[in-house]
């Protein structure tokens, strides 16, 4: 296979995609270029008019603020969103083509907990209540780490600055991704650790987590007790002697339950890793497994494609809902609803929220919208989920682990090195930044532009490496290098 040099994606499009920085007078995609173009910019195929509409994903991503000629650069320049505010709209579904399920159901080993849901690792987690006992926290970790390695798959504690003087909105937040830690599969044991004088008060805490397993639950307030570092240490040291018999299992790959992320997503992003990604979805969900989808504001635009998609008119009602509260949220701020591609995202070639958005939702795959979680709700088994959460990375990750997600599937096109909770999977959009950051991207979508593999090919390969980490014969680069880290939604009132 020969690489191109610029891909059109849809047949209805008028752009194509520079797969390489192309230089003027080059000929790429049926035009001669009129400019120099950057990889991951967008050439226009055809001359366009002021107004007229930009297609792109076979779908409208903006319109052309002035002339522009065939073979010229389409980018911030002279071109601009069409949205603006809340809209009315109409379910149309689309019926998905289900492929034929494998002969043989893949398998992973994993931890079957009492609830019946499997974790992909045994650790002991430390939940604070409060971001005065962070520190603590840390410390108990680090030492519990030196004292019982090799007992359990390792000691964390998720440092977070809330708790304290919250109200409404924001304390319930706050408790509802705690509690979601708190019951998580991929903990094998929690030590709960508190003040005593929050508003993030442990009882009510503890009775938002719901029914867990007091065996391996330990919590206290810092406040009632002499030494805190001395008692988490005890509490973890009866943790870790309940969960060090715990065994890897075998069990059917419809166990798992995987989020779908990109952030400093680049021009390629919709066009190599997360279409890839979709392909996890739809293999992962036709297998009965749970994908679990997130960052709102990176539906606005492409709302209506999810909305088609979704299992009956009381989920697609659900879908608009979500979607228009979160514009609401936008305007109550007095902010526009499309103040997105961020400047990363802008450097890398993605011009309007639209563009993004179409890009973003390739991470669904055509799987049917089975349901809607609010912020904070555990999800259901198998099926795709959409998740009410922000598009930042690290407030939408954690709100798709909270809501029990054991595995994150992370794409970028201009790299980072976050981690959370959970193996995360950070897939690379193109080959220069896999190249280039090595200690932080665990696979290379970017395969797909050089021309080196087939689609289908790659997908086989991830899902493979997936049941892997899943299994944790490997470890993900955040687990490796000690990225683990957790953000909650802040929205209303401090004292």
Known sequence: MQAPTAIRIHPDDNVAVAVVPLMAGAEAAGVVLAEDVGAGHKVALEPLHAGDPVVKYGFVIGEATQPVPAGASLHSHNMRTRLSGTLEYEYRPTHRLCDSPPAEMPTFMG?????????????????????????????IARAANERFAGRVDGVFAFSHPYGCSQLG????????????????????????????CENNQMASLLAMA???????LRFFNTQDVVDEVEEGLDAVAELVARMENDQRVEVPASELVIGHKCGGSDGFSGI???????????????????????????MFGAEQVLMN??????????????????????????????????????????????????????KGGGATVERVLRYGEPAAPGGLSLLEAPGNDGVSSTAMVASGATVLLFTTGRGTPLGFPVPTVKIASNSAIAAKKPHWIDFNAGQLLDGTVTAEQ???????YILDVASGRKRTNNEVNGYREIAIWKEGVTL
């Open 169 to 196: 909105d924001d304390l319930d937040n706050t408790q509802k991704v705690l509690a979601g830690l708190l019951r998580h599969p991929n903990a094998g044991g929690v030590l709960v650790l508190g003040l005593g």
């Open 210 to 216: 719901g029914e867990v397993d007091g065996t391996r």
């Open 309 to 362: 998609r979704a299992a009956n008119e009381q989920v697609f009602g659900q879908v608009v809902e979500m979607v228009n509260d979160f514009k609401e949220y936008f305007l109550r701020h007095n902010q526009p609803v499309y103040e997105n591609p961020s400047p990363g995202n802008k450097a890398g070639g993605l011009t309007t929220l639209e563009e993004k958005s179409l890009g973003a939702i390739q």
């Open 458 to 464: 790659l997908a086989d390969e991830l899902f493979a």
């Open 272 to 298: 190599s890793a997360n279409p890839l990604v979709g392909r996890i979805a739809d293999r992962l969900t036709g297998l009965g497994g749970g994908v679990i989808l997130t960052e709102v504001p990176e």
């Open 111 to 139: 931890y079957r907990r009492a609830d019946g849901r499997v974790g992909t690792r045994n650790e002991v987690w430390i939940i604070n209540t409060v971001g005065c006992v962070n520190t603590a926290a840390e410390r």
